[in-house]
């Protein structure tokens, strides 16, 4: 059974090299090795199920995908389609839009240009639509929760600590509403953006229903573990070798506390 839960953070799966993406031949790579080696991959009820002391397969892992990019549906569902896994995709609610799911070749842009649309008001271009968002569910390839409804830093915009827990629970309470409207279901999983949170955000989310919070730090999630601050590795351009190793190293809270340990002494 598994004694800590490895959970990989992506964003883009893209042709273009840049900040957070892997290429598609690297991600088909990691997903390969993944399944080969035997991992199983976890959704979101099994998750709870651990973190309420639950047991697991040893070989289980969280594949979480953030803000909700096209090339998520263009690049990674069908690898995860392939190779029958799935995964977690927090999405910006604010950012996404209705139309029909696009079919034949799509643009995907780097992330530099896809930050430049979204603040242009072109999410469109950029961001899976509901429709598109549907389609990977029903296929069984992603199931989806809240990144907010802004992907606000609301450090950066209210200096005061009331007026910003305010904000920030309205936009929560937005992302979870909207959600609950479209995919018929109540979230619990919330990824805070860039990973940022300060420690009275915590009670806030929890008063919206979110029990469940996702970080950017990298650290093993044991048995019974803190599921306000869930731990996770990011995943880098680099080959399934690499992964391998990660994932051998955050399945096991002792080997990722003395690699966390080697790291700080760098």
Avoid at 41 to 60: C, M, N, V, W, Y
Avoid at 157 to 165: I, N, S, W, Y
Avoid at 229 to 244: D, F, M, N, T, Y
Wanted: neutral net charge.
């Amino acid at each position: 059974m598994a004694k800590a839960l490895p959970v990989l953070m992506y964003h883009h799966v893209a042709p273009v090299p840049g900040l957070v993406t892997l290429a598609p031949a690297v991600f088909r790579q990691q997903m390969e090795r993944i399944a080969r080696d035997g991992w199983q991959t976890i959704g979101s009820e099994d998750l709870e199920r651990f973190f309420a002391g639950q047991p697991l397969p040893a070989k289980s892992v969280m594949i979480t995908f953030d803000d909700g990019y096209l090339d998520n549906f263009v690049h990674a569902h069908p690898v995860l389609e392939e190779f029958g896994q799935k995964a977690v995709l927090f999405v910006v609610t604010g950012w996404v839009g209705d139309g029909p799911v696009r079919s034949g070749p799509q643009s995907c842009p780097g992330h530099g240009e896809c930050k430049r649309r979204i603040a242009a008001g072109d999410a469109d271009s950029v961001i899976l639509r509901w429709s598109e968002i549907e389609a990977m569910r029903s296929a069984g390839t992603f199931e989806f929760h809240s990144h907010t409804h802004s992907h606000t830093r609301w450090d950066q915009v209210l200096p005061d600590g009331e007026a910003r827990r305010e904000a920030l629970a309205a936009d929560l309470d937005q992302s979870r509403r909207t959600l609950g409207e479209r995919l018929g279901r109540a979230d619990s999983h919330l990824c805070w953006p860039q990973g940022y949170f300060q420690e009275d955000y915590i009670p806030v989310a929890a008063r919206i229903g979110f029990t469940h919070l996702y970080t950017t730090v990298p650290h093993a999630n044991p048995v019974r573990g803190d599921a306000s601050h869930i731990g996770r590795v990011v995943a880098k351009e680099r080959g399934a070798g690499w992964l391998s190793r990660r994932l051998k190293i955050y399945s096991s809270s002792v080997l990722a506390g003395l690699y966390g340990g080697l790291k700080g002494r760098r």
